[in-house]
């Protein structure tokens, strides 16, 4: 269950896929690795399912059907607003 996996390297893995035009593979090994390794994707879940969200929206958006659309839409908010709330609680304690 502990795979090691930094942050970083998902995003540069992110960088790389993206780079070669190979998304839908990335995104294929984010969702791989929420299914296979809860604990290592949830070291990293608000950046994975920022990434998953945001692919699947901007790829698949004309196949989606609007209460496909909305519901990624609301899932895509309630993690920002869990991300930005993580990262505010981690620079200010207090």
Not at 3 to 24: I, N, P, Q, S
Not at 67 to 76: A, K, M
């Amino acid at each position: 269950d502990q795979l090691g996996l930094e942050h970083e390297t998902l995003v540069a893995m992110g960088c790389e896929y993206l780079l070669a035009d190979r998304v839908d593979e990335y995104v294929t090994f984010l969702m791989n690795l929420r299914d296979r390794f809860p604990a290592a994707y949830e070291k990293a879940a608000g950046y994975c399912d920022f990434y998953i969200i945001a692919c699947l929206i901007s790829t698949q958006f004309y196949k989606l059907s609007a209460r496909e659309l909305s519901s990624l839409v609301t899932i895509f908010q309630e993690v920002c607003r869990q991300w930005l709330t993580t990262l505010l609680i981690r620079h200010h304690p207090d």
